[in-house]
């Protein structure tokens, strides 16, 4: 890489919360900076910038004496994050347009996940999810509001992360997405919006049930100060 010190963080923080959100670096892992560097072609400099940046978002957290791993998100973050998307993806759906290029974009990640689905793959189904939901936030058509999702779901991934089915976790909203795809694509914004909070309702008690439980009984196995984990993604 080469170019402003500045760019060139935001760059190699873009690529690190890519891989967050694609699940590629699950809560915990450790982030070693030598290896970092060299992977990458940053100084230490702009790479702890990076990690300054993320760390801001909530997706990073420095150990005294161990490094930098990633975060694993609190209940209170797992109860803000589902706040935060009723409040921007419910008006996003009640307010679609169907001919919208954003309802495109669901179809696409409804097609995407039912493939992934059929072939058993459970992650690829979690990034067609999360495509799913970036593709309401377009709706609003605010690169603001686009851009602050993307640190969102960000950190949603890394609840994701932390439970133990990605299969259970899912599963059930595969079909839902194509009930809100196919009722925007018929002209009914309300009714999609009404599946919309439905839906978000149930994952985020999937979601904090699957935490509580994996709180009481696993806490120190995944506690971000644990051994590291296994490098993924283009750390591999």
């Not at 080469?2 to 694609?22: H, K």
């Not at 900076?33 to 790479?47: A, F, M």
């Not at 997405?177 to 985020?204: C, F, H, K, M």
Request: net charge neutral; proline share 6%; hydrophobic share 45%.
């Amino acid at each position: 890489m080469s170019g402003d010190p500045l760019g060139l963080a935001e760059t190699v923080a873009t690529r690190l919360r890519e891989e967050i959100t694609g699940g590629g670096l699950p809560p915990g892992t450790r982030l070693a900076e030598v290896r970092l560097t060299r992977d990458l072609g940053v100084s230490r400099n702009t790479l702890r910038e990076a990690f300054r940046l993320l760390s801001r978002d909530g997706l990073l957290r420095h150990e005294p004496h161990r490094g930098m791993f990633v975060a694993a998100p609190s209940m209170a973050a797992i109860i803000d994050i589902y706040r935060v998307r009723r409040l921007i993806e419910i008006p996003a759906v009640t307010q679609a347009w169907p001919r919208h290029d954003a309802v495109a974009r669901m179809r696409t990640a409804v097609d995407e996940a039912t493939a992934a689905r059929a072939a058993g793959d459970w992650r690829s189904v979690g990034s067609a999810n999360m495509a799913f939901h970036a593709a309401i936030v377009a709706l609003t058509d605010s690169p603001r509001l686009a851009a602050f999702y993307v640190r969102i779901a960000a950190e949603l991934r890394l609840a994701f992360g932390l439970l133990d089915s990605a299969e259970r976790l899912h599963a059930p909203y595969v079909e839902d997405n194509e009930t809100i795809v196919r009722l925007l694509e018929q002209g009914d914004p309300a009714g999609a919006a009404a599946r919309l909070t439905t839906y978000l309702d149930q994952s985020e008690r999937v979601v904090l049930d699957a935490f509580a439980r994996l709180a009481d009984d696993q806490a120190p196995a995944v506690s971000p100060t644990g051994p590291a984990l296994q490098r993924t993604g283009i750390f591999r």
